[in-house]
């Protein structure tokens, strides 16, 4: 059954510590994205990567970081730095070449700090 | 550069009514359209797609766009709401190069039985 998976769906955690958001696809495509979303402002882009060992940051990268070890594999991590880590993390994933390429989108995780 | 624009951020349609959803992109280049549909606490889910192929569009359950170049317009409609069509709606553009995003703020449908 291909998809993407996000882990855990609810993350609880207290003001000033690190947490790392996982994300894990078995579609075999290339770039891996992460999203932040919150009520009322859309999806905004937060890294992305096109190739392992390799990642750009998006639109809102402060306070972030991301590795991409595996194709597979694409993990956020709040760090203490995020000055409003409360959100919706979504991740996705998608195909790269001349033409469209739709992206496909993981069920998110809902982090709360506190 | 890509950003799309979705007028209102909260539509409420009848059972049976006729759902439209807007969304005007600005480009610089010939761009890709998608409208993606968010469920409470779900990621997004892929409606439909516009590859220039043609320039109305369908999608998955009942949904459609069509293409206006002429008016920068990629609306979302569906003839006849149904009760599981509440939900959050995405409208996105893409370059023809690369594959970043981007999307609108969203629209909330809900309908009313």
């Known amino acids: 059954d291909g998809g993407i998976t996000q882990s855990p769906k609810y993350l609880f955690r207290k003001e000033g510590q690190n947490v790392t958001l996982s994300c894990e696809q078995n579609?075999?495509?290339?770039?891996m994205y992460w999203y932040r979303q919150d009520p009322g402002q859309g999806l905004r882009l937060i890294y992305y990567s096109q190739i392992v060992n390799d990642f750009q940051k998006g639109d809102i990268a402060e306070g972030y970081s991301v590795s991409r070890e595996k194709k597979e594999s694409f993990p956020l991590t709040v760090t203490s730095a995020q000055k409003n880590p409360t959100a919706f993390y979504l991740c996705a994933s998608g195909t790269l070449g001349t033409g469209i390429h739709e992206q496909y989108f993981g069920p998110g995780t809902r982090l709360t700090v506190t | 550069a890509q950003s799309v624009t979705q007028l209102g951020s909260h539509v409420s349609v009848s059972e049976g009514a006729l759902v439209l959803l807007r969304c005007n992109y600005s480009s610089s280049v010939p761009p890709y359209l998608f409208w993606y549909v968010q469920y409470p606490n779900q990621g997004l889910q892929l409606l439909l797609k516009?590859?220039?192929?043609?320039?109305l569009v369908k999608g998955i359950n009942g949904f459609e766009a069509e293409f206006k170049k002429s008016e920068t317009s990629f609306h979302l409609t569906k003839p006849s709401a149904h009760m599981s069509d509440a939900a959050e709606y995405f409208c996105?553009?893409?370059?023809?190069?690369?594959?970043?995003?981007?999307f609108g703020t969203g629209t909330s449908l809900t309908v009313i039985p």
């Open positions: 996105a553009v893409s370059a023809n190069t690369g594959n970043q995003f981007y």
């Open positions: 516009y590859t220039s192929a043609a320039t």
């Open positions: 579609l075999n495509h290339d770039a």
